[in-house]
């Protein structure tokens, strides 16, 4: 049986679901909700929320491995998103390293994981998405109308967030079965590669020490990035921001 709390308004889905994750809340709870008041970004950024706009969701796991071996879910996270935006409206996404889904080169979902250890050990893993669906160029604010789209701009169509939510939610659970089962990642990995845009571009990456410029070269196999720099010295990165550089 499928447990999901709907919530009409939140502050945030991830900060509502790791209060119950910390009373013990079991393993793949949802919390979805129809507005949230301080959605949060990446990197300290807000996300923006409008009221039966978008989707906006946080999905509970407690895997049963190391943290390191968990790290790959938000790119899994982001394969299960596109293959439901696919089956709902017929769009696909693509993925911009790590976890951005951006179509005609805007931003269309976003995705926030957030990590609780007990000593080494994985307590809990919040995966929260945001996915812009009904909104119009004009509800975002001034300074993401050029790079964020909804469904709704790309399809030209008001879409129904209820069915896109019980889509995402079957393909969300496929996933977990795949980590519960331990399940080869192969699937999530070959398509992460397929639809990335990053790989064979010139790419600055954004780091709090100041943006650095490298060639991206290919996605390894746990879904970091390996970069290559103008001095010639290569890295595999697994977090940060990047954006492809146009010169
Ligand atoms: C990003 O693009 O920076 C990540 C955005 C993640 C937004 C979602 S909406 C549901 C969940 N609750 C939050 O406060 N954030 C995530």
């Known amino acids: 049986m499928r447990n999901i709390i709907h919530l009409e308004s939140v502050d945030s889905t991830n900060n509502y679901l790791r209060k119950l994750a910390a009373e013990g809340c079991p393993h793949g709870q949802f919390v979805v909700a129809q507005t949230q008041t301080a ?20 999905w509970l796991l407690r895997p049963n491995c190391s ?6 879910i938000t790119c899994m996270t982001a394969v299960a998103v ?10 696909r996404p693509d993925i911009k390293w790590v976890n951005d889904l951006i179509i005609n080169n805007r ?9 609780s250890l007990l ?15 009904n909104n119009c160029q004009k509800d975002f604010p001034v300074e ?5 789209t909804s469904l709704f701009i790309e399809t030209g169509k008001h879409l ?4 896109l939510t019980d889509i995402l939610i079957e393909e969300l659970e496929k996933l977990g079965n795949c980590l519960i089962t331990s399940s080869p990642i192969s699937y999530y990995l ?3 590669r397929r639809q990335n845009i990053i790989p064979g571009n010139h790419i600055r990456i954004i780091t709090p020490n100041g943006d650095k410029l490298a060639y991206a070269q290919e996605i390894n196999n746990d879904f970091s990035l390996r970069v290559c720099y103008p001095d010639g010295n290569t890295e595999n990165i697994s977090s940060y921001e990047v954006s492809v550089r146009k010169t």
Not at 82 to 91: G, L, Q, R
Not at 107 to 115: A, N, R
């Open 39 to 58: 959605g949060r970004g990446r990197m300290g950024r807000s996300f923006v929320s409008q009221a039966n706009t978008g989707i906006y969701m946080s």
């Open 82 to 91: 596109c293959d439901a935006i696919y089956k709902f409206c017929s769009v």
């Open 119 to 133: 000593g080494s050990k994985i307590s809990y893993v919040i995966v929260g998405i945001g996915i812009n669906v």
């Open 190 to 192: 070959q398509e992460y």
């Open 107 to 115: 931003k269309v979902c976003g995705i926030l994981t957030e990590m």
């Open 67 to 72: 943290p390191e071996d968990i790290l790959p």
């Open 144 to 148: 993401l109308q050029d790079i964020a």
């Open 160 to 163: 129904s967030t209820s069915i």
